[in-house]
């Protein structure tokens, strides 16, 4: 009768071991699965404190930059400029503030700026300033005159300060602008960069008139005026002397070590020693950088240097359109006087500019009523240099940090109107150019009769394929031209773009005499038929024996017959079939008869070869139109 009464014992000890022994593991696990969560958590917290700050930051910014282009450019079909401003927006401290130093950000913002004004000083040299003394000592002037004073008038009613709210452009955005739209050779691409210069150039009197207006400043105009000339010319003296003596023994000795680490390295020594000086002395560091661009300008070195500096300036530029989007406060809006008083600032600031550019390129400076439509609505905006005044303004007590917030938010919001008002000038240039009588397309309006007054042009005959890759280049080396194309609708879409291409057949010589072909520099020929290119040469040898001329030939026997009889410079093509890519040697042939250096040429040709090939997405083609162009060399040598 004990057994059994063991078993139950027995079987019950068992199965309260297992119970117990199931709630130990149980437990264990819970444990080490609640250890594990707590191992993951903390490993994720340490993650995010070591992302946090600067790290964090530049991720951000990275991801931005590298996205929005693609984003703008193949979904949204915007301007890539207006996608930063709107990211900057949303992540800027008026919204989701994901950006933890702004500080810092705006200061590599800045650097973007100076860095654009360095490549600008580079591909301006002298003899392209002196070209473009009308636009930028004529036109450049007079704006800025006028629009300080009306500026100053407008600050003055707003904010009872005197402050020229509305004096600044946007260089970096019009710039930009224009080479994405490929308008620079136009005459309003040309006045507007004309104007854009010597508003750099004349940023200084801005920052010089501005600590004048802060209250108990105790300093006269004259004070003000002898110190600011005392710095700009120890600052000027400076750079004048670093150019003549420096740069060119300093790049000389870092290019013999074939390192493109120390060549870069020079580069950015140079701009920012230039920029830095120049804001020590309390100039516009960009001014600094321009003036450093410029003496690079005349040195062997210039293409290699816009190469190299190339990726830095575009990084850097996206971020500064990302730091004014930082600006801009949707919070204004939500107040019906302050969403008031920001639209109207707005519409004073782009009607008030727009209008006086717009006198003063039509009445003044005679420019056609498209160009001056165009140039007025690309020129209305505020300029990234009013940041630079309204903070100084803010913190010279001049203006409440109220007032500040809105001449920025305002400026910003002009700013990223850019590029719709430069789409709609565009579209209403090309609709007052279609609405033009047929003596537009002749070459009898002031467009035409402007360019032929100069002295130096070249005319480039035939606007097919091949004449585009000339007028391109010639663009690029800001080398005016005429243009004449015997086919009318070729003429007409040429010229309703804004291009100098006008209807008319060169070998008759009432029109070469019309279009002053005499006094021209050159005349291109890059007609395709040979026949019409044999009539065009012998009647413009007859009638200009001394006139250079350089040809397009169909063939060897043609070239020889052209260069040997009628004293014409001649090209084959690398091919019969007309493409845009295959046919740049010839246009680099071209800029070499007119005297641009070899190196300068390959430079050009390679910086237009992959803004093509990156724009049609062929970027796998470029070694085998390398390979062609290669053999093209090779075949010029031996016919040479």
Known sequence: SERPSARTASTAIASTSKANVANLVSRGGARTSKLQDNEVSNAVNDLLRFLSGGKSDILILLAATAMIPSICKNVLKISPILGFLSAGMLLGPNMLNLINDKHTVELLGDLGIVFFLFEMGVELSTERLLSMKKDVFGLGLSQFIVTTLVGMGIGSGFLSVPLPIMLVISSAFVLQLLKDKQELGTRHGKAGFGVLLFQDLAVVPLLVITPLLAPNSGTTILQAIRTAALKASMALSAIAVAGR??????????????????????????????????????????????????????????????????????????????????????????????????????????????????????????????????????????????????????????????????????????????????????????????????????????????????????????????????????????????????????????????????????????????????????????????????????????????????????????????????????????????NFLISLPFGGAVLELLGTSKEEVDTILEEKRREVLMSTGSLAALQQQQKQEDELEAAMEVEV
Do not use: C, W
Request: proline residues 4%.
């Open 245 to 578: 003596f420096l740069l060119n023994p300093l790049f000389a000795f870092t290019s013999l070590s074939l390192q493109q680490e120390a060549f870069l390295s020079t580069i950015l020594l140079t701009v920012l020693s230039m920029s830095f000086l120049t804001q020590g002395l309390g100039l516009s560091n960009t001014l600094g950088a321009f003036l450093a661009g410029t003496l690079l300008s005349e040195t062997k070195y210039r293409y290699a240097v816009e190469a190299d500096i190339a990726p830095f300036r575009g990084t850097l530029l996206a971020i500064f359109f990302l730091t004014v989007g930082f600006e801009i406060d949707p919070s204004v809006f939500l107040s019906i006087g302050t969403a008031t008083n920001v639209l109207g600032l707005l519409g004073l600031i782009i009607g008030m500019k727009a209008a006086v550019m717009m006198i003063l390129g039509r009445f003044v400076f005679k420019l056609s009523l498209p160009a001056a439509v165009q140039s007025s609505l690309l020129l209305a905006q505020g300029g990234e240099f009013a940041f630079v005044v309204y903070g100084m303004a803010k913190s010279l007590g001049i203006l409440s940090p109220q007032a500040s917030k809105l001449l920025l938010t305002s400026v910003a919001l002009s700013m990223a109107l850019t590029p719709a008002l430069a789409d709609f000038g565009s579209k209403l240039g090309k609709r007052l150019e279609e609405s033009s009588g047929f003596d537009h397309y002749l070459g009898q309006d002031s467009e035409a009769q402007e360019i032929m007054s100069e002295k130096d042009y070249v005319v480039v005959v035939g606007y097919g394929t091949v004449g585009k890759v000339v007028t391109d280049l010639l663009d690029r080396k800001f080398v005016k031209y005429v243009g004449l194309e015997v086919d009318p609708n070729k003429a007409i879409q040429a010229r309703n773009k804004g291009l100098p291409v006008f209807y008319g057949d060169v070998s008759r010589p009432e029109v070469a005499d019309a279009f002053g072909v005499g006094k021209a520099t050159a005349v291109i020929l890059t007609i395709s038929d040979p026949a019409a290119t044999n009539r065009a040469v012998i009647s413009l040898r007859r009638n200009h024996p001394d006139l250079k001329i350089f040809a397009r030939a169909k063939d060897e026997t043609h070239m020889k017959r052209l260069v040997k009889t009628l004293n014409v410079d001649a090209r084959i093509p690398t091919t019969l079939q007309d």
